[in-house]
Every structure is written in C-alpha cells, then in structure tokens.
C-alpha cells in the first residue's frame, strides 16, 4: 500500500505560481509511475504530468508545457509540481496518483490505483 498527502494548493491570480507537494509513504519501492491529475467541476479528470521512475522520463500535457514542471525529490519520497504562469483554466483539485508494475506510465487515471485526497488550486482573472 502507497499512501500520497497532497499539499501546496492555494489561491494566486493569473501571472501568478504555486508549487505542488505529494508526499509518498508506506511501500514505495515498486512504484513505477506517479502523475498529477486535476479535475474542475463538470469536466472529467485531466491528465497533467507524470514520471516514469524507471527512466526518470517526464510527460506533460499539451495544456501545462512550459509552464509546469515536475520533479522528485527521492530521498524525501516527495514529488513537486511547480507552476507558473498560472491561467484561470487551472482552476481544479489536483490529485497525485501512483502506479506499480506498469511497462509505461500513462496520463489515463484509470492506470492508477494510489491516490491522494487533493489538493485545492484557484487562480483568479
């Protein structure tokens, strides 16, 4: 069982940035892969970024290049997500997800079986 608390959601205006936290606890050793996912009211849940930690390869979302980036911090078993240039768009609860024993790691959040309880991100116009 992984076990992921979200932190770092905020409210900022347009221009403005946050950056993300998920912090990974329990048995970690076999994840494959860890993603950010958002979800705004009345839309579908929307792949972000994720990180293969096999290649340590990143994938990201037409909507956040150049303005997102993630990256671990691996002996804090944390992953972050920084955000720039945040549009009103952004607006959504972001959730980190993991993932064991996948060959590739996907922006499908029905891959990921490990969720955190969100984290609440508002950017006003």
């Known amino acids: 069982q992984v076990e992921l608390v979200e932190s770092g959601g905020g409210s900022v205006q347009a221009g403005g940035s946050l950056r993300l936290s998920c912090a990974a606890s329990?048995?970690?050793?076999?994840?494959?892969?860890m993603a950010w996912f958002r979800q705004a009211p009345g839309k579908e849940r929307e792949g972000v970024a994720r990180?293969?930690?096999?290649?340590?390869?990143?994938l990201y979302a037409d909507s956040v290049k150049g303005r997102f980036t993630m990256f671990p911090d691996n002996a804090k078993n944390t992953l972050y997500l920084q955000m720039n240039s945040l549009k009103a768009e952004d607006t959504a609860m972001y959730y980190c997800?993991?993932?064991?024993?996948?060959?590739?790691?996907?922006?499908?959040?029905?891959?990921?079986?490990?969720w955190g309880q969100g984290t609440q991100v508002t950017v006003s116009s």
């Open positions: 997800a993991a993932l064991r024993g996948a060959a590739y790691c996907s922006l499908d959040h029905y891959q990921y079986t490990s």
């Open positions: 329990g048995y970690t050793a076999s994840t494959s892969c």
């Open positions: 990180i293969s930690k096999l290649t340590q390869t990143t």
